[in-house]
């Protein structure tokens, strides 16, 4: 099946700095990509929807400033948590959807841990 | 609105059946999935319906019914491996996922 990654899997930083998630789709072409956050115990919550070569669609109550969404290639979508604060310690996870198959899948990538100390 | 309902937590026992149910209700409908998800880790696909019926893959099956918007997913001959928690999603026009909160299984030897 179709293969995704994120990178890294894991990441410390001090609050106020920024981080930089990369997705990439490693197998297939991605003109659609999600990015969600997931606190502990809690299901996944959509932050935003990327479309490569064009602006990401934000939900509502995510910062579209804060969290920077690029979709510069069909393999490839990043997440930049700028200026991080504790309170955006979460697990980060994206997904990548192929629509060329029958079934519209969303492929998830392993994940993210970030701790803003 | 969308909205995605599960049970928050079952309890069964290893070698058991147990069925998982979920209601759901979108803004058009591309289909209803189920993961799987273990602690820390990122949800894994066990099924994809988008026709009303049972799909059966192995020790698990994934029911659909669109006229009541519900689905179950079947788990037989449960293993300890199974306890996780089991995520329902329906995807909607924009092929984006509505997440229902999960259903935390808890498999007892």
């Known amino acids: 099946g179709a293969v995704v990654s994120q990178h890294p899997s894991r990441v410390i930083c001090k609050s106020g700095t920024s981080v930089k998630i990369e997705c990439r789709s490693l197998?297939?072409?991605?003109?659609?990509m999600f990015w969600y956050r997931q606190f502990p115990k809690q299901s996944l919550m959509l932050m935003a929807t990327?479309?490569?070569?064009?602006?990401?669609?934000?939900e509502q109550g995510v910062e579209k400033d804060k969290f920077l969404i690029n979709h510069a290639s069909l393999t490839l979508s990043t997440l930049t948590v700028t200026s991080a604060h504790p309170e955006d310690s979460s697990f980060y996870i994206c997904?990548?959807?192929?629509?060329?198959?029958?079934?519209?899948?969303?492929?998830f990538g392993p994940g993210t841990r970030l701790t803003v100390t | 609105g969308q909205n995605i309902d599960q049970p928050t937590e079952m309890t069964a026992t290893e070698g058991a059946i147990v069925q998982i149910n979920c209601t759901y209700q979108t803004s058009g409908f591309n289909g209803l999935f189920w993961y799987q998800q273990h602690a820390g880790e990122a949800p894994t696909f066990l099924s994809y319906?988008?026709l009303d019926g049972l799909e059966e893959k192995g020790r698990f099956s994934s029911f659909l019914s669109r006229s009541k918007g519900y689905s179950y997913l079947l788990l037989k001959e449960l293993q300890m491996k199974d306890s996780a928690s089991y995520l329902c999603?329906?995807?909607?026009?924009?092929?984006?996922?509505?997440w229902g909160a999960g259903t935390k299984l808890i498999i007892k030897p």
């Open positions: 999603a329906a995807m909607d026009s924009n092929y984006q996922l509505i």
């Open positions: 197998d297939f072409q991605a003109t659609t």
């Open positions: 997904s990548a959807l192929d629509r060329v198959t029958d079934l519209p899948e969303q492929y």
């Open positions: 990327s479309n490569e070569g064009s602006k990401a669609t934000y």
């Open positions: 319906n988008v």
